[in-house]
């Protein structure tokens, strides 16, 4: 597994149409979504996270069972594992309508896939090279079906 991974050609810095020169970070900025930050996460986030996913992975998170049983034809899944899934898909919609064709499938088993994407991802995060190489090995295999970062 691994392999290198190929910076695109970008110059640092790019002369604008109207001659204001602009830099990568500029760019990233201007294309990323507003809840992107390139801020590590801090040892007390990280324990929250851990935390919290050890909850939903165990299926012991009591915020799905009282929702459940409260209203049982709203909360899509039988367990908290398939309810953050399909509520994760969902809410992936919501925010960018565009891949919404992409879903149309099975969810749940999307939400499954994205479940455990999330797993590996916490299980990770203290090893940076098994992260990156597994997620630019996530994003070859996006791009082989078509699917782009950039909407």
């Keep these: 597994m691994g392999g290198s991974v190929t910076k695109p050609n970008i110059p640092a810095k790019m002369e604008h149409q109207h001659g204001r020169v602009v830099s990568e970070e500029d760019l990233v900025k ?3 979504p ?9 040892p007390a986030e990280q324990e929250k996270v851990v935390k919290s996913w050890k909850i939903i992975a165990s299926g012991q998170a009591a915020e799905f069972y009282r929702l459940k049983k409260a209203d ?7 367990t908290p594992m398939e309810f953050f899934g399909f509520s994760l898909v969902r809410r992936f ?46 994003a070859k ?10 909407e």
Aim: proline share 4%.
């Design 30 to 32: 201007a294309l990323m």
């Design 34 to 42: 507003i809840y992107y930050t390139k801020d590590p996460i801090s």
């Design 72 to 78: 049982p034809d709203h909360v899509t899944g039988q």
């Design 93 to 138: 919609i919501e925010v960018h309508p565009v891949v919404q064709h992409m879903f149309n499938k099975n969810v749940v088993k999307q939400g499954t896939l994205f479940f455990r994407m999330i797993a590996f991802t916490i299980a990770a995060l203290d090893d940076e090279s098994k992260f990156d190489s597994q997620f630019v090995q996530l």
């Design 141 to 150: 295999t996006h791009n082989r079906m078509g699917i782009r970062a950039v």
